[in-house]
């Protein structure tokens, strides 16, 4: 008598059907999908290129600053990038509406350039990157964000002596 | 117009409702093939409501769905099965092998892009996409197929 129960159940609840594409989809909270960066975030360590296994991310050393290029058409969503990167820079979204015509092939990519500056202590050639790392203690203000993002490492290491001397 | 315009004009007009998708395995993982499947046998996902339906046969098929990076062992099957596909067709990339050669990026055995083989129309990334990227990637391919008719 299983069935009748069953029947009467499908007959209440309606086709199983998802409306897509002719409606919204539901996805899950925590699904892998496109890649997320934040520049702004980024320390440049290269982590995120080692342990990408298709080697979807690779930085490129340009006259302007090291580029970060990452292409969502060899990307396999395995989150490895995610998990190592030490200040959030990375971040899987729940993004899966990557369907595209063939011509916009090599527009499914991430090109950013973390910059060259001056180093405000030594005048030496050095990258703009993140001093951050998440959950580093003690923890930077904004402003210090701000001006050790222009220090080359070595002044960046003096400078956070200093600051810890003084605390 | 005569007769025979009058009857191709029909043709065209109904056969634009109901493209018909064929599979090709060009060494995939089966994972691909997999959400291809899902996307048509299951009530959940059900790509016939786009007036698609999966054919057994190349010969009688308009959208053909790629997985899989071409192996150098089924390439030549793989372009012979494409070449039995009666044109207009459109060719649908899914998963990231075919389109970039994914995991197996430049492996020895592995002759990905398909694009250098095969003319592509519509990529769907993802390892494996799951069964709606799939349907949005053959709603794009009927749109294409439309304007080829």
């Known amino acids: ?167 | 117009m005569n007769l025979k315009q009058m009857i191709s004009a029909q043709a065209r007009r109904m056969a634009a409702r109901s493209p018909w998708i064929y599979r090709i395995n060009a060494g995939s993982c089966n994972g691909c093939d997999v959400e291809c499947a899902t996307t048509a046998l299951i009530p959940r996902y059900d790509v016939e409501r786009l007036g698609c339906q999966y054919c057994g046969s190349p010969r009688h098929a308009d959208i053909v769905l790629v997985t899989g990076p071409l192996t150098a062992r089924v390439k030549e099957s793989v372009l012979r099965v494409y070449a039995e596909v009666p044109d207009p067709k459109v060719t649908v990339a899914v998963g990231v092998c075919p389109i970039s050669g994914g995991i197996f990026r430049d492996g020895y055995a592995v002759l990905a892009p398909l694009s250098k083989y095969i003319p592509v129309d519509v990529n769907v990334p993802g390892c494996a996409p799951r069964p709606q990227a799939i349907i949005e990637g053959i709603a794009q391919a009927i749109e294409i197929w439309r304007g080829r008719l």
Not at chain 1, 28 to 37: H, L, Q, V
Not at chain 1, 99 to 115: F, K, L, N, S
Request: charged content about 20%.
């Open chain 1, 1 to 167: 008598m299983n069935y009748i129960k069953t029947l009467i159940q499908n007959l209440v609840s309606g086709p199983s059907t998802v409306s897509y594409p002719f409606g919204p989809a539901w996805t899950p909270d925590n699904f892998r999908g496109r890649i997320e960066f934040k520049l702004s975030s980024c320390t440049a360590c290269r982590a995120c290129e080692q342990v990408c296994a298709p080697g979807a991310i690779r930085f490129d050393k340009t006259p302007e600053g090291l580029r970060f290029m990452m292409w969502h058409n060899t990307c396999v969503f395995c989150g490895l990038c995610e998990h190592y990167c030490p200040t959030d820079a990375i971040k899987q979204t729940t993004d899966w509406h990557m369907a595209h015509t063939v011509d916009q092939e090599y527009g499914m990519a991430i090109r950013e350039t973390i910059a060259y500056v001056t180093c405000t202590g030594c005048n030496a050639k050095t990258l703009s990157s993140a001093p951050n790392p998440a959950g580093v203690e003690p923890p930077f203000t904004a402003e210090e964000i701000e001006q050790h993002r222009n220090l080359c490492p070595a002044c960046r290491k003096k400078a956070l002596a200093e600051r810890g001397a003084a605390s």
